[in-house]
């Protein structure tokens, strides 16, 4: 039996996660769940939104399955996932986007993986506030250096946010997403970035993406800018497969590629390290739906079927996500999001989806 670290969230993050628990159940694999909690409603009685705990859980038992969490905007606590990808060095952020029959969307047969890197670049959080002394001297020096003397920054009223790319980290990243490809029989591998702009961060980030394709001839390769990325997913999708990125253009690419499949409620993700993994929906915890047995589960089921494959169980990985494709395809038991009309009254809640997942299973 394999232990697994089960971090329920806020918002509607412990109903979700209560139906991918009992989906994944059903598929009979062994599994001892070890519940942990996380979020704003456990920091409002301890302080913190990651209790050292549930940290230590997710170290212990090397994989987790992780509800979304609520991320305060401007203040507070910067970010419970950036948090746990950083502490944990879960440096590769999979998102997978695929179209499922009877999902509404403009675009069919929709098949690509964006693989993120996920602990550099500007999520680094590397900031430095206006104002401050430190900030203060960082502008003077930028302004000493500016060779444009109509380019002037304020001291008092401007933040700086430093972006470290590195060597190391692109090469992980980038590795990681031909391994992938490579694994999944996947045919081609593109990188995303700004190098024309940004000439010794993206342009190493491309530099070292170069360098790394030519150890994998057998796959494609190619290179788009960031901008010109987005007009090609919009316009066709089907000229891509595996896309690898930086932190921030993957944090958007996949919000775009997941708009592609219908939208957050069919994205599924994962954060995988050396030495262990989280998997989490893309999505976040939508709070005004908390307690409401209304929204849809499947991004955070289908990361549990991300789940079961990292953790060798590709046979209950299929069926259930073939489950899950069945139950969207008959269009029945299916949340009032999937519904042609979103005021559908034969909608069926966040549990009663599940249970329709579990019997086809059965």
């Given amino acids: 039996m394999r232990k697994v670290t089960l971090i329920r969230g806020d918002g509607i993050g412990p109903e979700i996660a209560e139906a991918t628990r009992r989906c994944i159940d059903a598929t009979g694999v062994k ?33 987790a399955l992780k509800a979304p969490i609520t991320t305060p905007v401007g203040t507070g606590f910067r970010s419970v ?3 746990l990808r950083q502490t944990l060095n879960l440096y590769a952020c999979v998102r997978p986007c695929k179209s499922y029959v009877g999902v ?14 996920n602990t550099e ?25 500016s060779t444009d ?59 070292v993406s170069r360098e790394v394709a030519k150890g994998y001839p057998d796959i494609e390769f190619e290179d788009r800018i960031v901008d010109n990325m987005c007009m090609q997913l919009v316009q066709k999708p ?14 958007i690419l996949s919000d775009l590629c997941a708009g592609l499949v219908g939208g957050l409620g069919m994205a599924p993700g994962a954060n995988i390290g050396d030495e262990g993994a989280v998997f989490e929906a893309t999505h ?39 489950a899950v494709a069945d139950v969207i395809a008959e269009g029945k038991d299916v949340t009032y999001d999937m519904k042609p009309d979103r005021d559908d009254p034969t909608a069926v809640g966040t549990s009663q989806m599940a249970d329709a997942i579990i019997a086809r299973l059965k």
Wanted: net charge neutral; no cysteine.
């Fill in 31 to 63: 599994i001892a769940w070890d519940v942990q909690e996380a979020g704003v409603d456990v920091m409002e009685t301890e302080g913190t939104p990651m209790p050292e705990r549930t940290l230590q859980s997710v170290r212990d038992n090397k994989v």
């Fill in 81 to 83: 996932n950036v948090y």
């Fill in 104 to 117: 509404r969307s403009r675009y069919q047969d929709i098949d690509l993986v964006l693989v993120r890197e």
């Fill in 121 to 145: 670049d500007l999520y680094a959080g590397v900031e430095f506030e206006k104002g401050k002394p430190a900030t203060a001297e960082l502008i003077r020096t930028i302004n000493r250096l």
């Fill in 149 to 207: 003397k109509k380019i002037r920054t304020g001291e008092e009223t401007t933040g700086v946010s430093i972006k470290p790319i590195s060597v190391e980290g692109t090469r992980r990243i980038v590795t990681y997403a031909f391994e992938y490809a490579r694994k999944y029989g996947r045919k081609k591998v593109t990188s995303v970035h700004k190098a024309n702009i940004m000439k010794h961060t993206d342009g190493l980030f491309l530099e």
């Fill in 238 to 251: 089907e000229l891509y497969d595996v896309i690898v990125t930086e932190n921030l253009f993957g944090d």
């Fill in 284 to 322: 976040g915890s939508a709070p005004k739906y908390k307690g409401q047995n209304k929204v849809n589960p499947v991004a955070l089921i289908l990361s549990g079927m991300l789940m079961l494959r990292y953790l060798g169980e590709t046979d209950a990985a299929d069926r259930l996500e073939k």
